[in-house]
């Protein structure tokens, strides 16, 4: 058992370093290295598959059932409006500043440390598995998703996200539809075709007021939002082709397929999906990890934002030090008091459940 003291001051050197090494989505190849050899600097013997890299306890059981301590180290690109150097990792008045401190560094440091807090107990109820993880920010096929295969029989999963150390136990999924309205050209002076714009109209209609009949306790209605919408060609031209793009965040009461073919059956264009992987996941509020976080003071609540736990098809709980409002936004910064309660927070939860 490491000292816990210890294991913060490693965390926010750690923090530092990848602060200061670029990792966006698909090109973590610097802060792969540097995690992997901080991994091997601490004794704990790791495998990877692209910038992947996974771990677990010394005292691995494979007769006992395994948590996934889950957080990524890619980031998105710092947005123009940054007034400091977002690759600087600079501490003034109790923040660290930089870009991916908060999403989600600060979680990816504080799990590693609980890693390695447990990681030489012996008689524990549980195995741990650590996972760093790539291309979480452009939700990419060689991050979490590529590994999972790998990772053997899970049980349950706390996917480190800055949720101000509160439980989200439940996540909407998010499906990406693009729809096809078809009609007939026509000139517009005369009554000829058959306005593709017009049909279009009528879907949009009914993607703007239709309402699914389950609601989910935690997470509410299911939303969709029409996002994006190109038809027309010249003024006089009646338009033959509508296309436009929906936003629908998928909650617990209904699997991503079950979504879509509702859709599919009430409008009339073509709606195509770019992809259904991204589900929507939930724990039980019964679950001994989220009454661990209960009993504790911490508060529950359903996310409306997406991470790599729709990837998974086991229960997950996302929870981390850091505000989710800061994530994305410039100057981004998580405090350092947040990474010090998160190790502790994260220890003593895990501990009702492992010891």
Not at 86 to 109: Q, R, T
Request: a negative charge; glycine letters at 8%; proline letters at 5%.
């Amino acid at each position: 058992m490491q000292d816990t003291k210890v294991l913060y001051n490693n965390a926010v050197e750690l923090l530092k370093k990848l602060i200061a090494t670029p990792s966006l989505s698909k090109e973590e190849a610097d802060t792969f290295k540097i995690l992997s050899d901080f991994f091997t600097e601490k004794g704990v013997k790791i495998q990877t598959k692209g910038f992947n890299i996974w771990a677990y306890n010394h005292h691995f059981d494979a007769h006992k059932p395994t948590i996934l301590l889950n957080s990524h180290h890619d980031t998105v690109k710092p947005n123009k409006s940054y007034t400091r150097n977002p690759f600087s990792p600079d501490v003034e008045d109790g923040k660290l500043f930089g870009l991916g401190s908060n999403d989600a560094g600060g979680c990816l440091v504080s799990l590693i440390s609980v890693f390695l807090y447990f990681y030489q107990q012996q008689n524990l109820k549980y195995n741990l598995c650590i996972a760093t993880t790539a291309e979480e920010e452009n939700s990419g096929k060689g991050g979490l998703e590529s590994i999972i295969p790998e990772l053997g029989k899970l049980d349950f999963a706390i996917i480190g996200e800055p949720t101000l150390m509160d439980l989200a136990i439940a996540e909407k999924g998010l499906m990406v539809l693009d729809c096809h309205a078809k009609g007939k050209s026509g000139h517009a002076a005369r009554n000829e075709g058959d306005n593709a714009i017009y049909k279009a109209l009528k879907d949009i209609e009914w993607f703007q007021n239709y309402q699914f009949p389950k609601v989910s306790d935690s997470l509410g209605p299911i939303k969709m939002t029409v996002t994006i919408i190109n038809a027309g060609t010249l003024h006089n031209v009646v338009p033959d082709n509508c296309t436009f793009t929906v936003d629908v965040r998928v909650t617990d009461s209904y699997t991503n397929i079950e979504v879509l073919k509702i859709i599919q059956s009430s409008v009339s264009c073509e709606v195509v999906p770019r992809s259904v992987r991204l589900k929507p996941s939930s724990i039980p509020k019964e679950h001994p990890i989220v009454q661990a976080g209960i009993v504790l003071g911490k508060q529950t609540y359903g996310s409306p934002t997406t991470s790599d736990q729709s990837l998974l098809d086991i229960p997950s709980l996302k929870c981390g030090p850091g505000d989710s409002a800061r994530s994305h936004t410039a100057d981004e910064f998580i405090y350092l008091q947040e990474i010090e309660e998160g190790i502790a927070g994260y220890i003593e939860m895990i501990e009702k459940v492992v010891l």
